[in-house]
């Protein structure tokens, strides 16, 4: 499903995100991707999502090269990902309901639809009670499994998540963990950048860990 | 089709919230855009009302017409002859038959004229036409003019060429004042809306970056501005039409009674539909000129 071929990443001027990484992802595997902070995790999921472009390499998402596809093809390459990211970019004007609207209001969803959906994916991971609610007024945990509804919302085959459970407690970092593995076991193929790798490596199909942009295992 | 209407729906609904949302800042603009477009519009109307004013001022009728006066030996015979040629003649929209005995009546009721008349042994006054064209243009005119000098029996031609050019060199300024004039604001319309989409793109500049992440096309994420910019312009060509009106509502009075002094009966209009059209359609088209320029400024910088 998601194939890496000797992808290199290189930041100006000179500084090596990713050097040399092949790696296959079947479907409906759960990838635990570990490494220190600055060892490449984000980067990694940025090229599937065709963010960033490999300096070298190729990126295949479902037998597509994402790393040369014209801008115009990157939308809809997006919208069958989901993607929850480091500082969750959630929009801090609009409430719960609104933020996790967003992506099916973009892929053209009647609001019907789009209603029932929002309310599902609120209320798998528990936030249906605080649909009103602006994500300011919400905890640290809460505004995460926003994230996560926001992220699966369009019901995408591909789901990254970089660093879930990144600042939060015990407690609600389980949760989190708890609502992403339920995903994965509907099928969802589940990429997960992160640092805790004790909550996920036991259920986790395959590791990826990155030192200084390399693959070590 | 459904999702295409809905999704500009969704980006129309948008634009008239971000113009309700500050309505200290959208009334300013509008107020700067109507201002702006009032200057040309308004001129038009004046143009359009002095022409009124000049074809309906002056000692009786002042519609360029050309006078054909035949020579005094010219029969009824020759005058009828000519009168046919006249009422034949494609550029001849309409002609008059005044004979010389009308011209000596009306010349002997005057005071001035009366006793000089009566001293006479005989009518020295012509039969004459008096012809209306159909292009009252200076050039077409003139042309008429050498024509009618060649026809027999024919002994001299009158053009009031002085006035004809007169009016059209007025005609011609005014225009050229007019088309400047909606340049030179329109542009500056064009700069208010830049400036005003590009304040907007930086306050939606999260969610402009979230939409892209989620899969937002470049149309989505232009489409609010597009309708924001062209509907600013569009309010603001209402305010001008408001301010056209406003003007000539006010001087209504003043210019009647100003004409009344040079024996015209003017009313002061407005801008007629067609302009007033012309205006909001200008108005709309700028607006949505300033916003994509701003679009294509500012979003290429921020991809």
Known sequence: MIRFEHVSRRYPPGIDALQDVSFEIAQGELVLIDGHSGAGKTTLLKLIAAIERPTNGVVLVRGQNVGALKAAALPYLRRNLGMVFQDQKLLFDRNAFENVMLPLSIAGFSPREAGKRVRAALDKVGLLAREKALPIALSGGEQQRLAIARAVVNRPSILMTDEPTAHLDPETAGNVAGILRDFHQVGVTLLIASYDNALFAPFASQRLTLRHGKLTS | ?303
């Not at chain 2, 201002?35 to 519609?63: C, D, K, Y």
């Not at chain 2, 020295?124 to 026809?151: C, H, I, K, Y």
């Not at chain 2, 004809?164 to 300024?173: G, N």
């Not at chain 2, 302009?275 to 607006?287: D, F, V």
């Open chain 2, 1 to 303: 089709m459904n999702a295409w209407l809905l999704q500009h729906g969704k980006a129309f609904k948008w634009a008239l919230q971000r113009l309700a949302a500050s309505p200290a800042n959208t009334l300013l603009s509008l107020i700067a855009i109507g201002i702006a477009l009032a200057l040309p519009a308004g001129g038009q109307m004046l143009l359009s009302n002095a022409l009124q004013f000049a074809r309906s001022s002056g000692e009786g009728n002042v519609t360029p017409q050309i006078s054909l006066f035949l020579a005094l030996d010219a029969d009824k015979k020759a005058a009828d002859q000519i009168a046919a040629r006249l009422k034949n003649h494609a550029a001849v929209k309409q002609s008059r038959f005044i004979s010389r005995e009308e011209t000596l009546k009306r010349m002997q009721s005057g005071e001035n004229l009366a006793e000089v008349l009566a001293a006479l042994p005989r009518n020295p006054f012509p039969d004459a036409f008096v012809v209306t064209p159909g292009n009252d243009s200076p050039a077409a005119m003139e042309q008429l003019r050498n024509e009618f000098r060649n026809w027999p029996k024919v002994e001299h031609v009158q053009l009031d060429s002085a006035w004809v050019r007169r009016l059209d060199a007025m005609l011609r300024l005014g225009r050229t004042a007019v088309i400047l004039l909606t340049a030179l604001l329109g542009l500056g319309l064009v700069a208010i809306t830049f400036t005003t989409i590009r304040l907007q793109i930086l306050t939606q500049r999260a969610e402009i970056e979230v939409s892209r992440l989620l899969g937002a096309t470049d149309s989505f994420v232009r489409r609010p501005f597009y309708y924001f910019g062209a509907l600013q312009g569009l309010a603001g060509g209402g305010a001008a039409w408001l301010i056209v009106l406003g003007v000539s509502t006010l001087l209504g009075k003043p210019v009647a009674d100003l004409a009344e002094l040079y024996n015209a009966n003017v009313t002061l209009q407005s801008l007629t539909a067609s302009e007033s059209a012309i205006l909001m359609a200008l108005a709309g088209g700028l607006g949505w000129l300033g916003a994509a320029l701003s679009l294509r400024q500012h979003l290429h910088h921020s991809r």
